[in-house]
């Protein structure tokens, strides 16, 4: 699947749960990009992806890192393993941050190192979202940065959504969605997912063989990405408090 649909998947993810996990407003439009950004977080594991490039050399050799650290492309950052694994990392930069927050709840806006994790996986995921959406052109990077303080600052990453009986934060919760969805995404084409990794290789297919597409090929452009374009608006539409289905008046 290309970089933009996988993006769209992850905001489709986001927006149709939002109100199940009882996001209010203000926090849906970061979900929505943030999960885009986790999206696209997967292919990580390939230095030519749309992440890989986001920032530089810095990404491609963390790219490099990840791909060999994970058994190579589309295996280890593909499996429940790498989902667990990416989430984790999410949930530990928010408690990292948090453990360090005493001037953000007082209002002042000072540095501290506890911010500095949670501030790059908030960089990464937001300017991933917006490179692989095409959003913001040459400014997509600065835009990601920008939204990432912002976002750290007021602590909006930490806000807790209900998860059924728990309490996750946003950043890892739209980690964990993002990913998923991108696994999802993959195991609609061709290829499939190796998603018991590391104890099987098997790939894991969702669709029947006749149904599954190849990635940037015609079903993908003319299907795919329209149906993920009315979701993504329909789910938005619901999110934000507007009912699918018009009440029909009582007679
Ligand atoms: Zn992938």
Not at 8 to 29: D, N
Not at 34 to 47: E, S
Not at 150 to 161: I, S
Not at 169 to 178: Q, V
Request: hydrophobic share 50%.
């Amino acid at each position: 699947m290309l970089g933009r649909d996988h993006a769209l998947s992850g905001a489709v993810a986001f927006a149709a749960l939002a109100t199940s996990l009882h996001v209010t407003e203000s926090y849906l439009a970061a979900g929505v990009v943030l999960t885009a950004g986790a999206g696209v977080l997967p292919d990580i594991d390939h230095p030519d992806s749309t992440i890989a490039r986001s920032f530089g050399f810095l990404t491609e050799w963390f790219a490099w890192v990840v791909n060999r650290l994970s058994g190579g492309h589309r295996h280890g950052t593909h499996s429940l393993l790498g989902i667990a694994v990416f989430t984790a990392g999410a949930y530990g930069a928010g408690l990292f941050q948090l453990s360090g927050s005493k001037t953000i709840a007082s209002g002042h806006l000072a540095f501290s190192w506890h911010i500095v994790p949670a501030i790059l996986v908030l960089a990464l995921l937001y300017s991933s979202a917006l490179r692989a959406l095409r959003i913001g052109g040459h400014y997509s990077d600065l835009l990601g940065i920008a939204a990432a303080l912002a976002t750290c600052f007021t602590g909006a990453d930490l806000t807790q959504l209900t998860v059924g009986s728990w309490h996750v934060p946003l950043l890892a919760a739209a980690t964990g969605l993002g990913c998923a969805a991108h696994i999802a995404g993959d195991e609609l084409t061709h290829g499939g997912c190796p998603v018991l990794w590391p104890v099987s290789m098997h790939e894991f297919h969702l669709l029947p063989r006749p149904l599954q597409f190849t990635t940037a090929k015609l079903a993908e452009t003319w299907i795919i990405f329209p149906l993920l374009l009315v979701g993504l608006a329909v789910a938005v539409w619901h999110a934000t408090g507007h009912p699918l289905v018009i009440p029909q008046p009582s007679k």
